[in-house]
């Protein structure tokens, strides 16, 4: 759940981004590089992009291999221990 709700707000705050400076970024980019046709535009982020699914699964492999180490240390404690604490 966490790793879904991560990349939900983080490809929300993304498209905010994209929003919000897509129009004075494709003016600067056009004024920097002298391009001076309307029809280029600049994107900060875009659905199709590959890049944006790999990067989904590398929160799902992070999120995965730091679940591993705590459920080890659960596996191999004690629970006679853990009962005569209580």
Do not use: H
């Not at 498209?15 to 535009?41: C, H, R, W």
Request: aromatic fraction near 12%; charge should be positive; hydrophobic fraction near 55%.
């Amino acid at each position: 759940r966490i790793a879904f709700i991560s990349f939900v707000l983080g490809a929300v705050a993304a498209g905010v981004a994209e929003y919000l400076y897509t129009p004075q970024l494709t003016a600067i980019a056009n004024s920097a590089f002298g391009n001076m046709t309307d029809k280029i535009s600049f994107s900060l982020f875009n659905l199709s992009s590959p890049f944006l699914w790999l990067i989904l699964i590398i929160i799902f492999i992070t999120c995965a291999v730091a679940s591993i180490q705590p459920l080890i240390r659960n596996i191999l404690r004690s629970p006679i221990n853990d009962i005569r604490s209580e």
